[in-house]
Every structure is written in C-alpha cells, then in structure tokens.
C-alpha cells in the first residue's frame, strides 16, 4: 500500500459511512472481500512453499547452496507472480475476472505486510509479543474487507450516493454532505476508499486529505489528570481546582438479561460442528443472528459514549494526562474482566492522542509504574501498600483524608506541571526512566524522593540492562530462524 504524506496545512483524515446495498450489490461486495481473501491465501501458500522444499532438502543432506531458492514477499513480486498464476491456477480460473484488480491488491498487500512484520519480529525489531508465520485465512473467521485506491471512487452530488470501482453507485445510509463539500471547495481530496462488513453491516472508510485550520480550546492554560476505573469511568481534576466525575454507563450490565435469554435460544438450535461437519440449521442462524444484535448495539453505545466523552474533553483542555495501563493483563483478572473490557479503557487512552493533534494540544501519558493512586497529593509521601479494596487515600505522613480517585487524578494533573511523565520505578518521582520498561522495578517504595539517594535506592536511577545489540539480518537470515 502507498503512503502519503500531507501536505503543509492538510492532515489525513477518515470518513465512514454506513452502507445500504442491494442483493446484488451485496453479492458483489461479498466477491471482492471474498477474492482479497483467495489472494492471501495464495500469497501465503507460494512463499511457504518454498520455506518448505527447503527444509525437505536439507533433511536429505543437500548441501546449502543447492537449495532451492527462498521466494521474496515484497509487494511488486507477488503481483507479478500472481498475474502469471491467475490464468492458469485452477483456485482462480473462471472466475478472477469478476471482481476488481484493486480486490487481488489488497489481499496481495496484507500478505507482504503480514510476512514483513514476521521477519521483523524475528530480527528482534518489532515491538510486543513475537509473531508467528502467517497463516492462510478462513473462509469462515476472515473479517470481509477490501481497499481501493485507484477507479472511480466519488460521492454522488446528491450526497446520498458512492461511487466505487466494478461496484457502481451505491446508497449510503446517511448524508455524507460532509466530504462532498469539502471535495467540491477543493479542501478535500479522496485517496483511497476500504468497504468492510463490521457489526451486521457494510461500511464504507473514505481516506481524504483535507485541509484543517487549528481550532483554539476553551481553556488552554489548563491540564487535567484523567484517572479510569469500573465505579466511575472517569474521575477529572484539573490544574484549576474543579474535579468532575464521569459516571460509567456500564452498557453491557443493561443487557446481560437479554444476552442471556437469546444465548439459551441459540444453545437449542443445532448450530454447526467442525468435527462431524453438521452444518446450522435455519433456526439456529436467525437465532444467533438476533443475538448478534444486541452485542452490536452495545458496542455502538459504548463508541458512541467514548467518543463524546473523549471530544468534549479535547475541546477543553488545552492538556490533557492519563495512564498508560496495561488493559490486557487487567482482563486476565476473572473478577473484573467484564468490566474493564466493558469500560474501553484502551479508547480512552487512544482518542485524546490523536483528537488534540486537532488544535495543538498536548497529551502527557504517564508512566505504567507511576504511583498515582498511592502517592499523596498534598505532601508527596508514598504508601506501600494500597488495596483495591480501600476506596479512601488516608496519608499517614499529613492530615489528607480523600477518595483514593480524587487523589490520583490530582497527582496526574500535578505531572503536567512538573514537565515529567513519571518514571519505569514506582514511587521515585526523579528517577531515570529505564531503557526497558519491562525490566523496570514495579515495587512500591514507602518513602519520600531523595536527591542523595543512589543506584537502587529511592530516587536513584536504574541502570540500563547490559545485553548484546540487536544485529541486522538480512531476509535470508530470519527466514533460517523459521
């Protein structure tokens, strides 16, 4: 896929809109989705295959520089490979022809990206968890999408309507009045355009260049800690004094009762099973289909309550502190998984990033150790210990009695002040931040910073773990490591 970069003035912007085809024009989305998959697929499959031939011919003692050659993955040489394959391969005889070149591209070029992220995670360059190989897709588990970036791809001048290449023109659920106008002044310009079928619908992600003039918030002399949680969803305090409590709508809880009846209606049905090949009855699929419902309404409500929460906050506050929190390992905690997952934390922590690059706002993200919630924010003194449980901050070092919330949020609005982001050592406020976090000292210490305290003491630096460094390999290099 292209990269584009903006130009001085303009920034990279979406707009989705919902989609309301025909039977026919379903079908068609339905291809295109279906042959971006079959493109994968293959991709996966020739480039495999030679990782393969290779380790049978070594198994036979074949020395290494007979071995057959390992097949590239880059974008170029798998487009060329599959214009050669498409008329002769017996997956895709017949019927290639049907659906857009653009469908074959996007698959093609996931399966580069997917193959790039593998070598790179080998090499030891990419951040997270190691990937795998990548694996040929389901037809049953595959998420239905497809990118076009070149054809015909408008909006009708009725604003009702869009344009997309071997699709034709079709109705949008609502007005997208918005990029029209904006095409038709000369202020936005359509790059490419992705159709996916997500929640029980089609939608369709328009990638515009548009240009953006800086918007001014309310109070730009103003930063407000942010600290998450289940009982409120956020507590709010700013450098001003005002603290703000943002209940948790807990859109899930509300629907529970109706999850739970439509769950024992789908248990009823005979639904499909992969060991005996039974395939769902009738019964069982407009059954779970109506379950399906009610999940997807409560995502929309859930989205639709963040993104108010996160814009109005944007709006505001000229800066704005929240917690890096680490949600996965929060949702390993049986007792509190639903809740957390059903909160959105990671949103919350994602949309003020890129809705204050809006109007020049600045977001300060603190540390993953940083002590906001046992640390005092009157005096500085720092507990041990302070269990979930313990709703009240009570500082044994000064006469501070607060909700243990309260407390935190005011020692993140008290970081955008300071000028730091908090450190990888809970409770040293001055410490050098590790070069690996997660080898950071997440253990609370009960004592107050120090100025002459040293290497492995409070408010002493951490000393950077010594390791070899990582060496650049070459393609031939991570595909020996498979």
Known sequence: MKSFRPQPGFVVQAYRFALDPNAEQE??????????????????????????????????????????????????????AFNEAKHTDPRFAGWWGENSKEAYSTGLANAATAFDNYATSKNGKRKGRKMGAPRRKSKRKA???????????????????????????????ERAHSLREGVAAGTARILSATVRHERGRWFVSF??????????????????G??????????????????????????LDGSLKLLRLHSRRVSRRQGPDRRTGCKPSKRWEKANAERNKVHHRVANLRADALHKLTTRIRAEYGTVVIEDLNVACMLKNRRLARKVADAGFGEIRRQPTYKGQRNAARTVVASRWYPSSK???????????LPLHVRVFDCDECPLVMDRDENSAHNLAALAAAGTIGTGVAGDLNAVKASKPRGADCKTRATRPSRKAGPGRAGGAIPTPRGKEARDRTQTEALTLW
């Open 27 to 80: 079908r068609a989305l339905r291809s295109h989705c279906g042959a971006a998959r079959a493109a994968y697929n293959w991709a996966v499959s020739w480039v495999t295959a030679s990782w393969w031939q290779r380790n049978a011919e070594a198994s036979y003692g074949i020395p290494e520089d007979q071995l057959t050659e390992w097949r590239p993955w880059s974008l170029p040489t798998l487009r060329k």
């Open 143 to 173: 998420r239905l999408s497809c990118r076009f970036t070149t054809g015909t791809i408008r909006v009708g001048t009725d604003g009702r309507h869009v344009t997309l290449p071997r699709l034709g023109t079709i109705r949008v659920h």
């Open 207 to 224: 990638q515009a260049e548009v240009k953006r003039d800086l918007v001014r918030v309310a109070r730009p002399d103003v930063a407000v």
């Open 226 to 251: 942010i600290d998450l949680g289940v009982k409120h969803l956020a507590v709010m305090a700013d450098s001003a004094g005002e603290i703000r409590y943002e209940p948790n709508p807990k859109h």
């Open 375 to 385: 640390t005092c924010s009157n005096c500085g003194a720092v507990k041990a210990k």
